[in-house]
Nanobody, 117 residues
C-alpha cells in the first residue's frame, strides 16, 4: 500500500505562483512513477506532469515552460512548482503514483488551486 498526502493548494492571482507537495509513505520502494493530474469542474481529469523513478519528466502542452515537477527522494516527496498561473489552471490537483504491485495507481486526496483573474 502507498499513501499520498498533498499540500500547498490555495488562491492566487493571475501570474502568481504556487507549489504543491505530495508526500508518499508505505511501500514507496514499489513506486515507479509519480505525477500530478487536475480536474476542472465539468471536465475530465487530465495529466499535468509526471516523473519516473529514473527522473524522466513529461508535461502537458498547456503547462510546459510554466510548471516544473521535481522530487526529493530523501523526503519521499514530489513537488509541482506552478508559475505564471492562469485562470484556466483552476482545478483540483491530484497526486498519483504507479506501483509495481498494483494495476491501478494510488491517488492523493486532491488540492484545490484557484487562480483569480
Amino acid at each position: 500500500q502507498v499513501q499520498l498526502v498533498e499540500s500547498g493548494g490555495g488562491l492566487v492571482q493571475t501570474g502568481g505562483s504556487l507549489r504543491l507537495s505530495c508526500a508518499a509513505s508505505g511501500s514507496i520502494f514499489s513506486i515507479i512513477q509519480m505525477g500530478w493530474y487536475r480536474q476542472a469542474p465539468g471536465k475530465q481529469r487530465e495529466l499535468v506532469a509526471g516523473i519516473t523513478r529514473g527522473g524522466t519528466t513529461n508535461y502537458a502542452d498547456s503547462v510546459k515552460g510554466r510548471f516544473t515537477i521535481s522530487r526529493d527522494n530523501a523526503k519521499n516527496t514530489v513537488y509541482l512548482q506552478m508559475n505564471s498561473l492562469k485562470p484556466e489552471d483552476t482545478a483540483v490537483y491530484y497526486c498519483n503514483a504507479f506501483s509495481t504491485t498494483t494495476r491501478d495507481p494510488y491517488w492523493g486526496q486532491g488540492s484545490q488551486v484557484t487562480v483569480s483573474s
